[in-house]
């Protein structure tokens, strides 16, 4: 299983159509629009996101160290949307 980083409120808003279902379109643009909001105020380091990748590809973020699922993601275009993402190690 890999693990690869979102780093910006922009890149999240960009993997919205990449969603399986309306619920997990709705939870990554409600988290993009918020973490756009505190990254203007100075903190954009206040969200963590991340896709996990292996027989499928989940959406993910941190919620008070805590991994939370967004939704699951077409697993063909989220190969693709991955290349241009870091990969981190999966602890």
């Known amino acids: 299983m890999k693990r690869y980083s979102i780093d910006s409120p922009d890149r999240l808003k960009a993997a919205a159509p990449l969603m ?5 379109v709705w939870a990554v643009n409600n988290l993009a629009i918020a973490w756009s909001a505190t990254a ?11 896709i996990e990748m292996g027989r499928s590809a989940t959406l993910y973020r941190i919620s008070q160290g805590v991994p939370l699922i967004m ?17 981190v190690p999966v602890t």
């Open 40 to 50: 203007r105020q100075g903190k954009p380091e206040a969200f963590t996101a991340y």
């Open 71 to 87: 939704g699951e993601m077409f697993l063909g275009a989220a190969r693709k949307f991955v290349k241009d993402l870091k990969e």
């Open 20 to 24: 399986k279902q309306q619920k997990g």
